[in-house]
């Protein structure tokens, strides 16, 4: 209501911050477009043939990289949710929020690469394994994660029942990784996964592998930001709507 | 520990009282666990070599979708009667509730689980029951009705709440399941004493460890 009687040439000192939010974002934006150009040469083109499992391993350097974000994105969901529960403000919510989406979507890709990677490697499609299983796991509670938010009555009890998942949930994880482990080892041998042999990568291939683990980071700073940029824009756009249905 | 004790014992008695009187959850939960086994039969054909292997995973699967009714129901009520306000007016802490509810749920389970336990060894002609089975199916639903507590709270308040509390309840009751399954396998005889000791202990773990964060988060959902 003050921002529409302010004259429109004073800048404040939020129209201030949101231009440097926006710097911030196109900064990372262009920086992941580069390293991501950069980051396809060296996959496809600098990264040697792999002895055993020919072009097919290249799947390592998405697969990988995009699995530890995923990892790193529940753990902000999970660090959101306890900040939300217990400080309540709307920030720590949207950034929990936020990073649940990023995490199911690469948890998603991870799980796509990870199918097509397994068939011609294991031949396979899918093996009942800890690490597969525990993420399998995990992509569906944080599906259920976003499920409920869309379900609740209104978004404040959303983001609460949410915020109860986001934390239970990552505390499953370890659990659901030893159960299943104890699992398989009683009725199979273990399955030697194509990342078993991860410390006897060669230089090349690791940082190889590394610098896509930095441009999926840049592309997963650039996502959340932009995520809780229009978050915020939600929020304010209701709040909006809530004061002039309040009016009326 | 003493203002725990009484609310608790209370509210469970409330809801075994109501389903004395009403027996809905009881009936249609037992009719519908002894449907998960007739369907399991055709589909896997159970022959009496296989029965070992098979039985405890059949058990497990009536067991949890069976649990996941009788969860269903002990919110549900609350909310389309308008109780739920009336309880959480209660001069009890949150804390009294959560387990008020948990214990009625527990015993519920137990209930249901005990005459679809002995249906169930006619039906796939095990020789099943034993002490050991029995501690397993007592600390499994033990943490089944811990989780499921807390989920049917969450899924109650949502819309198409029926599908909300297995989408909640399943991906995080996944160790329970699997130990679960593993200790009932071990306990009709498909597995040594080691292997039960083991499984046993994790679910002793991941009760204890539910049993400590649910009624914590538990307090914090019911806020109005």
Known sequence: ?248 | MRGLVRPVLLLAWKDLLLELRTRDIVSSVLVFGVLVVVIFNFALKVTPSQVDQLAPGILWVAFAFAGILAMNRAFVLEKDRGSLEGLLLLPVSRDALYFGKLLGTFLFMLAVEAVLLPVFIVLLNFAGFSGGLALAILLATLGFAAVGTLFSAIAVHTRSREIMLPVLFFPVVVPVVIAAVEASKAAIGAGGMVEYGRWLGLLGAFDAIFLVICPWVFGLILEE
């Open chain 1, 1 to 248: 209501m003050e921002r529409a009687e302010s004259k429109p040439h004073v800048e404040t000192a939020e129209d201030r911050a949101r231009a440097g939010y926006n710097r911030l974002s196109n900064a990372l934006l262009v920086a992941s477009g580069v390293a991501m150009l950069l980051n396809l040469y060296l996959i496809f083109i600098y990264a040697p043939l792999d002895a055993t499992q020919g072009q097919v391993y290249r799947a390592l350097f998405v697969h990988v990289p995009l699995a530890w974000i995923s990892f790193l994105a529940f753990g902000i969901t999970f660090v959101g949710s306890v900040m939300y529960l217990w400080k309540g403000s709307r920030r720590w919510d949207a950034l929990a929020l936020s990073s649940a989406e990023i995490g199911v979507l690469f948890t998603t890709l991870v799980l796509v690469t990870g199918v097509f990677w397994a068939k011609p490697i294991w031949g396979t499609w899918w093996q009942w394994e800890p690490r597969l299983t525990t993420t399998l796991i995990l992509w569906l509670i944080y599906v259920a994660y976003l499920m409920v938010r869309s379900y609740a009555p209104n978004p404040r009890q959303g983001a609460r029942y949410a915020a109860v998942i986001g934390i239970i949930g990552l505390i499953d994880v370890p659990i659901v990784y030893f159960s299943v482990e104890w699992w398989r080892s009683v009725h199979f041998p273990h399955v030697v996964g194509p990342l078993a042999d991860e410390g006897t990568l060669p230089a090349s291939m690791r940082s190889v592998l590394m610098f896509s683990l930095i441009t999926f980071t840049l592309l997963f700073a650039y996502l959340l930001r932009e995520r809780l940029a229009l978050k915020r824009t939600e929020d304010a756009l209701k709040d909006l709507r809530d004061t002039v249905e309040s009016k009326q």
